[in-house]
């Protein structure tokens, strides 16, 4: 039996999933006698899963394996099923793009125009109380990071941001939602800014969807106790990557 093929409906949250985010979660298969197995997802609406042996496969144990994938892939569809049905998007800004002068940061050598963009989502699962939206460029030379805009609390009945919205004591935000104390130190959207000569960085937009009306943090609260409470709270969340470079 020189192979095996399992066939399965793919949505669109599996398609762009590297193959490394799927092998931690299969078990060990050395027990049914499999030398060597690959998973291969094709960049289609369906894929396929192949077993391919380079020495032998324990017939008998082919059957158990087919059910201990298939077991596996159904609960990771589950998962991003889930994760899938909130979406978010932005008419400033496409998944990929880079950012414009309008969302660089004015100042730190940037003479950008500092304007937080538009964005949008569709409605988080059940049970969702609020919304939390971050920006973070994980290429910073820090060693961890850079919080551009961390925005939380944000009623669960509102799902969008308007362009603009992230200024200091804003008016444009919803009723009580709070802006935190980004690393530019200020309690507002900061722009890009990446030092000069480095290859362009990421951006990284995130909405949170949150089984809690309030994280209850301080004020003065880190970006990081934020992230830590947002983490803790999260029912899904959505994402899209810029990139930015001088």
């Avoid at 949505?11 to 060597?36: F, H, I, N, V, W």
């Avoid at 940037?110 to 569709?122: F, M």
């Avoid at 990071?145 to 941001?161: K, S």
Wanted: glycine fraction near 10%; charged fraction near 15%; aromatic fraction near 10%.
């Amino acid at each position: 039996m020189p192979y095996d093929v399992l066939p399965f409906a793919m949505p669109r949250t599996l398609k762009s999933q590297p193959l490394g985010a799927l092998e931690p979660t299969l078990p060990d298969m050395s027990a049914y006698g499999l030398l060597y197995f690959q998973i291969e997802i094709t960049n289609t609406w369906y894929g396929n899963i192949q077993l391919k042996n380079r020495k032998q496969i324990n017939n008998g144990g082919v059957m158990k394996l087919k059910n201990i994938i298939l077991m596996a892939t159904a609960g990771l569809l589950s998962q991003w099923a889930v994760a899938g049905d909130l979406t978010l998007s932005s008419k400033t800004i496409a998944p990929n793009a880079t950012l414009t002068n309008e969302q660089v940061f004015k100042g730190f050598g940037c003479s950008g125009e500092n304007v937080s963009p538009d964005l949008t989502w569709t409605p988080g699962p059940e049970g969702t109380k609020s919304y939390a939206v971050t920006v973070y460029d994980p290429d910073a030379p820090t060693g961890s990071g850079w919080w551009h805009w961390v925005v939380y609390d944000i009623p669960a009945d509102v799902t969008a941001l308007a362009k603009g919205a992230g200024v200091l004591d804003s008016e444009a935000l919803p009723a009580g939602t709070k802006q935190a104390r980004t690393d530019f130190g200020s309690h507002a959207f900061g722009g890009a800014c990446p030092p000069a000569g480095d290859k362009p960085h990421r951006y990284v937009f995130t909405v949170f969807a949150l089984k809690t009306e309030t994280l209850g943090v301080p004020d003065d609260a880190t970006a990081a106790l934020i992230g830590f409470m947002i983490n803790a709270n999260t029912l899904g969340s959505s994402s899209f990557t810029a990139f930015y470079g001088r």
